[in-house]
C-alpha cells in the first residue's frame, strides 16, 4: 500500500495543549500533513503524534460541555435500550460519562486513557478503565466483565492509530450477536463543508464508509447499518455486526452511503488534490476577512476554543493580531491560552458590548449559539465562519 501527501497545513501543537501562559517554553509542534491510501482510500494524517503526547491526565475536551450533546447522547441511549436492549455495554473513550451513564441499571464499563477523566467516571461508579484500547485490553476486560452486546464509540476509533487491532479486538469483545456502533466525522461532509479543520493531532483518520468497509475486511466484522448525524459538522453513526450473525440484515442505507460517495470521488486522489486547492483559497480569504475587519478598527474575538480552530488558526496564522481573545464555557480551557497562536481564553459571560465580530470556533454548534446570541446580533454583532466557505454572517 502506498501512502500519497496531497495536502500540507503547515507546522501545528497539540491541540489540547491550552497552555498555562502566552509565552510557552518548548511548544511542541509537528507538521501536518494528510495522505491518501491508494489501497484501502483511507485519509489519514502523515505523520501521527506519540498517543501520550495528547490523551494525559490533562485531557480539556469534555463531551457534556454543549447541550446539544448532552441531549443527543440521552436521546441515543434510549433508542439502543430500545432497539438492541443490551444487558451489558462498553464504551470505548467514555469521557466524562455522559453517555454510559445513562446505562447504569445494566453492566456498563468504559475504557478512557485519560486519567483525569477516567477518575470523574470512577467516581460516578461506572467501571472505568484508564488504559487505551488494545487486544490485550480487550483480553482482560472479557476475562473479568465477559463480551458485550453493545460496543460504543464516539469519535475516538478515528484517534487510535493501529486500526487492524483496534477492530480485532472490538471483535473479540462482541457477543456473537452483538453491535458495534461507531460515530465519527464523516469524511464526505469534510469535503463538501471543505472543513480542513476536521484534520488535527488527534484525528489520525477522517473515515469515508468506503475506506471503513476496505479496512474491516479482515476483521470479521461488517456495516450492517449507516445513520447520517449533524454531529461535530457532519458525523456517521456506523453499525457493526458480526459476519457469521445473521440476525441483522444489511440495510440498503450501506449500499447506498457508498454509491453516494463513489460518486463524489472520494476513492479518486483527484478529488483530494481539488480539496487541497480550495483549502489554500478557503485560507486567503478567510485572512482578507480578518484584515478588512482589522483595517476598520474593529473588535474580534473568537467564539469556542474548539480543537478544530486551532488548525484553522496555526494553518492561517490567525493570532492576537486579529482575535482579542476566546471565549468558552469549558473550565479546563478558560484562563488558559490557545495551542499555537497564544490567544487568550476567558470564561464565557456574553458577548461583552464592545465587541463587533466573533468567530465562530465552534461552527458546529452555529444554530445553538445563534440561539443565545440573540442580543449580538439584534445590536449589529456579525460572526465570521471559514465553513463552507470564509464570510461574515
Ligand atoms: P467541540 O464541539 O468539542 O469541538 P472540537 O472537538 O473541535 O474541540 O468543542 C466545542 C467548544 O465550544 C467547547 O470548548 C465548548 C465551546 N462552546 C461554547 O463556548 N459555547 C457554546 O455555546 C457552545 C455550544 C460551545
Known amino acids: 500500500m502506498k501512502k500519497i501527501n496531497f495536502l500540507n497545513l503547515g507546522k501545528h501543537p497539540i491541540t489540547n495543549n491550552f497552555l498555562p501562559n502566552a509565552k510557552p517554553k518548548n511548544e511542541f509542534f509537528y507538521n501536518l500533513k494528510l495522505s491518501y491510501h491508494t489501497e484501502t482510500k483511507l485519509i489519514s494524517l502523515n505523520n501521527f503524534v506519540p498517543p501520550k503526547k495528547m490523551f494525559n491526565n490533562r485531557y480539556a475536551h469534555r463531551a457534556s460541555a454543549s447541550m446539544t450533546m448532552r441531549q443527543a447522547y440521552a436521546d441515543l441511549a434510549k433508542k439502543i435500550k430500545k432497539k438492541f436492549n443490551p444487558r451489558s455495554i462498553l464504551e470505548i473513550g467514555s469521557n466524562d460519562g455522559v453517555f454510559i451513564k445513562h446505562f447504569s441499571d445494566v453492566q456498563n464499563i468504559g475504557v478512557e486513557p485519560c486519567k483525569n477523566l477516567a477518575d470523574l467516571t470512577t467516581k460516578m461508579k461506572i467501571k472505568t478503565y484508564d488504559k487505551f484500547w488494545t487486544f490485550q485490553l480487550s483480553k482482560k476486560i472479557n476475562k473479568k466483565h465477559g463480551k458485550f452486546d453493545v460496543i460504543y464509540s464516539a469519535n475516538t476509533i478515528s484517534h487510535i492509530h493501529k486500526l487492524n ?36 493531532d488527534e484525528h489520525a483518520y477522517v473515515f469515508s464508509i ?44 450501506v449500499k447506498r452511503h457508498l454509491l453516494t460517495e463513489k460518486k463524489y ?50 494553518f492561517c496564522k490567525i493570532s492576537k493580531n486579529y482575535i482579542n481573545y476566546f471565549v468558552d464555557t469549558t473550565p479546563t480551557k478558560t484562563g488558559k491560552f490557545t ?16 465587541v463587533d465580530y466573533a468567530f465562530l470556533g465552534a461552527w458546529n ?28 454572517i
Not at 223 to 246: D, M, P, Q, W
Not at 291 to 303: L, M, R, T
Not at 340 to 347: L, Q, R, V
Not at 369 to 389: A, C, L, Q, S
Open 265 to 314: 470521488g472520494i476513492h479518486k486522489f483527484k478529488t483530494y488534490q481539488i480539496f487541497a486547492k480550495k483549502v489554500n483559497k478557503s485560507k486567503e480569504s478567510l485572512i482578507k476577512i480578518f484584515q478588512s475587519i482589522k483595517k476598520k478598527k474593529k473588535k474580534i474575538i473568537g467564539y469556542g476554543a474548539t480543537y478544530k480552530s486551532s488548525t484553522v488558526l496555526n
Open 210 to 253: 468506503t475506506a471503513l468497509k476496505n479496512i474491516t475486511k479482515k476483521s470479521g466484522l461488517e456495516i450492517f447499518n449507516i445513520e447520517a448525524l449533524n454531529t461535530h459538522g457532519g458525523s456517521n453513526r456506523v453499525y457493526f455486526k458480526k459476519i457469521i450473525n445473521k440476525k441483522f440484515k444489511i440495510s440498503n442505507n
Open 365 to 392: 454548534f452555529k444554530d445553538e449559539i445563534f440561539k443565545k446570541e440573540k442580543k449580538f446580533i439584534k445590536r449589529g454583532g456579525k460572526f465570521i465562519t471559514h465553513v463552507p466557505f470564509p464570510k461574515i
Open 339 to 354: 495551542p499555537g497562536s497564544h490567544i487568550p481564553i476567558k470564561e464565557y459571560k456574553g458577548i461583552a458590548d464592545d
Open 165 to 200: 487491532e483496534t477492530f480485532k479486538a472490538i471483535e473479540n469483545s462482541l457477543n456473537v450477536e452483538g453491535v458495534f456502533i461507531l460515530e465519527d466525522p464523516s469524511l464526505l461532509k469534510s469535503l463538501q463543508k471543505l472543513s480542513y479543520d476536521q484534520f488535527y
